[in-house]
């Protein structure tokens, strides 16, 4: 039995997002021309490289063992594969992205219930369908090879369902945004026969971890600063941490170092009130990785 793990890395949007995610866990994974497997630093994995829409069925029918594609590509396949991780990351944001139901400016049509016996264009074509006939509103679901949006403008549908992250791009091409279908993430799935071998397992389970301790860590930063001993108790109140401050003395000093952890959204606001109640020698750093 062969125990090197197949991973599908998806290619397109997440391509350049996942490989460097990828880099920041520890993995090294080399793209060479347009070679579809490329080469990683791991001997116990064997990369290959394929659409995000078509990974889940490669991962359920064992082609390969694990890959990283859409919680919307999961549903619009209807795969039976075992989610092992969910991992929020994508080209331009750490949020999910959504699927939208999105119409003209200026049309009519203001819920969903107002589509009945119009035409929708959209590259989620089951599960628009599921989603509408489990609503009991007849739709005509159209695929769309791409530039979705104009086939509002271009009068070839009605109405689009289409993904985006921040609704920018939709608004631009003249579109109003009526409804939210879904939200989605990339997910780390595996072939359930993968999940059963103890190898390929452990395996799975190490990239999973330390993807999500990468993820962690684009979001956290270190904090260290030096503290006199009388603002001490003060400084720590005002502090975050994933369990409590580290705080040890300088030596024959009545100062102490203290080193926390804090979320990269508080550090502008936290800095200036750390300084203002006596902290000193404040130093921000980046973290790779947090487990």
Known sequence: MNDKLKLGIPKGSLESATISLFKRSGWTINVNGRSYFPEINDDAVECAICRAQEMSRYVENG???AGLTGKDWIAENGS??????????????????????AVGYDSNIKKIEDLEGKKISTELVEYTKRYFKERNINVTVEFSWGATEAKIVSGLADAIVEVTETGSTIKAHGLRIIHELMQTNTRLIANHKAWENTKKRDKIEQIAL?????LLGEKLVGLKMNVPEERLEKIVSLLPSLNAPTVSPLYQSKWFSVETVAHIDIIRDLIPELLKNGA?????????KVV
């Open 63 to 65: 082609t390969l063992d």
């Open 210 to 214: 330390l993807l999500k301790g990468a």
């Open 80 to 101: 039976d594969v075992h989610v092992v991780s969910d991992l929020v990351y994508s080209k331009v944001s750490a949020r999910p992205a959504k699927w939208v139901l």
């Open 280 to 288: 000193e020698g404040i130093i921000e750093y980046p973290l790779n």
